[in-house]
C-alpha cells in the first residue's frame, strides 16, 4: 500500500519549518501497529518545503542564480523533515528508509517524466518501508519544479501495483465546500470523478501550498482510480484513523470512485 501524509498533519503549518512531533509519533506508531509490511510511505512538506519554495517563485523554473540557492534551501528543508519522519519510524521499530525523490525522478513541464522505481519495489520486497517527500526536483523543461507529494504518491501506486492508496489530510475527506471557512460544509462519502468539477470549492489552499490543495489532490488520485486502486482521503490528526485505513478497516473519509 501507499500512504501521503499531508504537510498539515506533520508541521505546524503557521510556523516556519516546525515539526508537529507528537502527532509523527503517534502516526509512526499506527504504522507499526499495522506491521509494516508492502509499505510505501509519502509526506509533504508543510511548513518546511512550502514557504520556501514560494520565497524563491520556484514554481517559475529555473530562471536566476537565487532560484538556484532557493532550490537548494528547498530541497534540505525536506531532508530534515523527512530524517524526523524516519527517525520516529525507527523508534516504533518499523524498518523506515529514505528514498530522495530528486535523486532519480527528472520531470518534464512539472510532471514526473522519467524516473526508476525498481528500486523502490525492491525495497518493499525485502521488508524495508522506504519513505519519499515531495521534493525540488529538475525539470526539462523548466530546469526545475516542484514535485508534489500527491503526483509521487499516485504514480508510485500505479507502478507498483498498489491494492490502495491512503491519503492523510487534517479533516475527515472531501466536502461539499471547505469545511475551514463553512461550517454548513457536508462530508461526501463516495466521490465519483465524474463529479469534480461541480466541487470547484475544495481547490481552495488555506496557507502557501504550491501543489495545489484539495482539488489538486483529488485530480491527481484520478490516475490510480482509473487504475482500479482504491483511493481514501482520511483524517489522519485523528488517532487510529491511518491504523484503520491501512488494515482496511471501515473509517470515516472520502472514497474516490470513478
Do not use: W
Not at 59 to 69: F, H, I, K, P, W
Request: proline share 3%; net charge negative; hydrophobic share 45%.
Amino acid at each position: 500500500m501507499v500512504l501521503k501524509l499531508g504537510g498539515s498533519v506533520i508541521t505546524v503549518k503557521d510556523e516556519l519549518m516546525k515539526a508537529d512531533l507528537e502527532n509523527i509519533t503517534r502516526l509512526a506508531e499506527e504504522v507499526a501497529a499495522t506491521g509494516s509490511k508492502g509499505l510505501v510511505a509519502v509526506h509533504g512538506g508543510g511548513s518546511f518545503g512550502h514557504p520556501i519554495a514560494r520565497r524563491y517563485d520556484l514554481t517559475e523554473g529555473l530562471t536566476s542564480d537565487r532560484q538556484v540557492l532557493g532550490f537548494a534551501r528547498t530541497h534540505r528543508a525536506m531532508v530534515g523533515l523527512n530524517a524526523l519522519i524516519v527517525g520516529a519510524l525507527l523508534e516504533a521499530s518499523v524498518p523506515a528508509v529514505s528514498v530522495t525523490p530528486s535523486s532519480f525522478i527528472l520531470a518534464e513541464g512539472g510532471r514526473i517524466a522519467s524516473a526508476d522505481f525498481d528500486v523502490v519495489r525492491r525495497l518493499v520486497e525485502r521488508g524495508l518501508v522506504p519513505v519519499l517527500y515531495g521534493d525540488a526536483v529538475l525539470d526539462r523543461a523548466r530546469g526545475c519544479c516542484i514535485l508534489s507529494g500527491d503526483q509521487l504518491a499516485v504514480r508510485l501506486a500505479v507502478e507498483l501495483e498498489a491494492p490502495r492508496l491512503v491519503f492523510g489530510v487534517d479533516i475527515d475527506g472531501v466536502y461539499t465546500s471547505n469545511p475551514k471557512l463553512d461550517p454548513g460544509a457536508k462530508l461526501i462519502d463516495r466521490l465519483s470523478l465524474g463529479k469534480l468539477g461541480e466541487l470547484v470549492e475544495i481547490g481552495g489552499a488555506l496557507t502557501t501550498d504550491v501543489t495545489g490543495g484539495m482539488l489538486g489532490k483529488v485530480s491527481e488520485a484520478s490516475a490510480a482510480v482509473e487504475a482500479g486502486i482504491e483511493v481514501l482521503i482520511v483524517n489522519a490528526s485523528r488517532p487510529g484513523v491511518i491504523l484503520k485505513a491501512l488494515r482496511g478497516e471501515p473509517v470515516t473519509g472520502t472514497t474516490l470512485v470513478r
